[in-house]
């Protein structure tokens, strides 16, 4: 099970720290991701941290902005969000996945997500 925390109402140009927490198995696992979905649109890929290594990835709109992280010894895997924009308003879910990918199909276990909302 994975369950997200850390979001709430920022101000443009906030930042914020999402946290996911495994419990019942190891996150080191899994390659661990971050989606997001705002209203209206499709799940969109945002960072990703491969299993086992630090090796990560970022979708266009976190490049240079986000960061993911993970934590063995607390099971966790963190989203750093720095000079956030009104566009990152949406829920964003933590993903966990034994195939490397972007695409929402490559994961097999979803948290029920955070509210992230981002003022102008």
């Known amino acids: 099970e994975l369950t997200e925390s850390g979001g709430r109402l920022v101000h443009t140009g906030g930042s914020l720290r999402l946290s996911c927490v495994g419990s019942?198995?190891?996150?080191?696992?899994?390659?661990m991701a971050w989606f997001r979905q705002a209203p209206g649109e499709e799940r969109e890929f945002v960072a990703s941290?491969?299993?086992?290594?630090?090796?990560?990835f970022y979708g266009d709109s976190a490049k240079g902005r986000f960061t993911i992280s993970r934590s063995y010894a607390a099971n966790t895997v963190s989203l750093q969000m720095n000079s956030l924009k009104p566009e990152d308003t949406a829920v964003y879910y933590c993903?966990?996945?034994?195939?490397?990918?972007?695409?929402?199909?490559?994961?097999?276990?979803w948290g029920q997500g955070t509210q992230v909302t981002v003022s102008s």
């Open positions: 941290v491969a299993q086992r290594s630090e090796a990560s």
């Open positions: 019942g198995q190891s996150i080191s696992s899994y390659h």
């Open positions: 993903a966990a996945g034994t195939k490397w990918g972007t695409a929402p199909s490559a994961y097999d276990y």
